[in-house]
Protein backbone atom coordinates (compact mmCIF):
# COMPACT_ATOMS: atom_id res chain seq x y z
CA UNK A 1 0.00 0.00 0.00
CA UNK A 2 1.38 3.19 -0.74
CA UNK A 3 1.70 6.56 1.16
CA UNK A 4 -1.68 7.77 -0.65
CA UNK A 5 -3.76 4.52 -0.30
CA UNK A 6 -2.94 4.75 3.26
CA UNK A 7 -3.58 8.75 3.87
CA UNK A 8 -7.22 7.89 1.69
CA UNK A 9 -8.00 4.78 4.29
CA UNK A 10 -7.00 7.13 7.43
CA UNK A 11 -9.11 10.13 5.99
CA UNK A 12 -12.29 7.80 4.89
CA UNK A 13 -12.15 6.46 8.63
CA UNK A 14 -11.80 9.70 10.52
CA UNK A 15 -13.91 11.62 8.61
CA UNK A 16 -16.31 9.39 7.03
CA UNK A 17 -16.09 9.71 3.96
CA UNK A 18 -16.25 7.42 1.06
CA UNK A 19 -12.61 6.81 -0.15
CA UNK A 20 -13.65 6.63 -3.67
CA UNK A 21 -13.98 10.87 -3.20
CA UNK A 22 -10.89 11.03 -1.83
CA UNK A 23 -7.90 12.52 -4.71
CA UNK A 24 -4.95 13.75 -4.43
CA UNK A 25 -6.73 17.35 -4.97
CA UNK A 26 -9.65 17.00 -2.65
CA UNK A 27 -9.47 20.18 -0.17
CA UNK A 28 -9.28 18.42 3.12
CA UNK A 29 -11.16 21.49 4.76
CA UNK A 30 -13.48 22.18 2.27
CA UNK A 31 -14.40 19.21 0.67
CA UNK A 32 -15.19 17.28 3.71
CA UNK A 33 -16.02 19.69 6.24
CA UNK A 34 -13.45 18.99 8.61
CA UNK A 35 -12.63 21.63 10.99
CA UNK A 36 -10.17 22.18 13.29
CA UNK A 37 -10.32 18.98 15.82
CA UNK A 38 -10.32 17.22 12.42
CA UNK A 39 -7.11 18.49 11.03
CA UNK A 40 -5.10 17.71 14.59
CA UNK A 41 -6.88 14.47 15.08
CA UNK A 42 -4.81 13.76 11.50
CA UNK A 43 -1.84 15.21 12.31
CA UNK A 44 -1.53 13.03 15.43
CA UNK A 45 -2.35 9.88 13.42
CA UNK A 46 -0.18 10.75 10.47
CA UNK A 47 2.20 11.15 13.39
CA UNK A 48 1.99 7.71 15.14
CA UNK A 49 1.07 6.05 11.67
CA UNK A 50 4.40 6.95 9.74
CA UNK A 51 6.59 7.95 12.15
CA UNK A 52 6.87 11.59 11.63
CA UNK A 53 6.49 15.21 13.39
CA UNK A 54 4.23 17.54 12.39
CA UNK A 55 5.62 21.15 13.13
CA UNK A 56 2.38 23.14 14.10
CA UNK A 57 3.66 25.76 11.53
CA UNK A 58 3.57 23.13 9.17
CA UNK A 59 -0.03 22.15 9.64
CA UNK A 60 -1.34 25.29 7.62
CA UNK A 61 -0.06 24.10 4.51
CA UNK A 62 -1.43 21.01 4.31
CA UNK A 63 -4.83 21.67 2.84
CA UNK A 64 -4.70 18.74 0.07
CA UNK A 65 -4.48 15.56 0.33
CA UNK A 66 -1.76 15.68 -2.31
CA UNK A 67 0.00 18.24 0.37
CA UNK A 68 0.12 15.81 2.76
CA UNK A 69 0.88 12.32 1.06
CA UNK A 70 4.42 15.09 -0.17
CA UNK A 71 4.69 16.27 3.15
CA UNK A 72 4.75 12.35 4.82
CA UNK A 73 7.22 10.98 2.14
CA UNK A 74 9.46 13.60 2.24
CA UNK A 75 9.58 13.37 6.21
CA UNK A 76 9.21 9.73 6.27
CA UNK A 77 11.87 7.22 7.92
CA UNK A 78 12.01 4.38 5.44
Known sequence: MDTFEKIRALLAEQLDVDPAKITMDSD????FEADSLDIV???MTLEDEFGIEVPDDAIESLRTVGDVVNF???????
Open 28 to 31: IMSD
Open 41 to 43: DMV
Open 72 to 78: VDSHAQN
